[in-house]
């Protein structure tokens, strides 16, 4: 099992901090579609999965006279990039691999093109990709994923499933090196 867990990742105080705002039940169910797009396309399930549970991580409140203002909010956003910056920082003080930490956070930060100048399209990698793939199959119109409810009991009892599944597929992984 790779030592940072993404149960491990859940409860660090952080984690529990930005999640709250972005919602638990998202975070969890992109790192579950993550995995599965990942071990269909050989990419790596840990890493797949980390920058999925943390790719909302960025997301912020932007108030407008005390009050929440969503368009002002799309119109300065810069969540990914945020997200970016606070995922490389976690992960490397959970005592994260560098390059996992490095990968994990381009992840998050090119998980959506929305508030680039230009378009990404074709230009991300198959981890990027998969990442920015399994968030928008959760997408739900109006953002109403980011409201959908999870206990933080319920998040840690999958989180620790899909802890063993990527395990599992690791250890696989490493006694049939060439299936990928
Ligand atoms: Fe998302």
Redesign the pocket.
């Known amino acids: 099992m790779s030592k940072v867990t993404l149960e491990t990742i859940f409860k660090h105080r952080v984690t529990q901090k930005y999640l709250q705002r972005?919602g638990v039940n998202?975070a969890v169910s992109?790192a579950y579609n993550a995995f599965d797009l990942a071990a269909e396309r050989g990419v790596s399930v840990d890493l797949a999965a980390k920058a999925a549970l943390l790719?909302?991580m960025g997301h912020y409140e932007w108030y407008r006279d005390g009050k929440w203002d969503y368009e002002e909010y799309r119109r300065h956003d810069i969540h990914a990039i945020k997200g970016a910056e606070r995922a490389h920082k976690l992960l490397i003080r959970l005592g994260e691999d560098r390059l996992v930490a490095k990968e994990v956070s381009l992840a998050v930060l090119l998980?959506t093109d929305s508030y680039l100048p230009f378009d990404v399209e074709g230009k991300r990698t198959e981890l990027q990709k998969v990442v920015a793939e399994a968030?928008t199959m959760?997408?739900q119109p109006g953002g109403m994923?980011?409201y959908k409810e999870m206990s933080r009991q319920e998040a840690i009892k999958l989180l620790r499933k899909l802890d063993i599944k990527i395990a599992d597929y690791l250890a696989g992984d490493a006694r049939h090196p060439t299936t990928g």
């Open positions: 972005s998202h992109v790719h909302d998980h968030d959760d997408e994923h980011h």
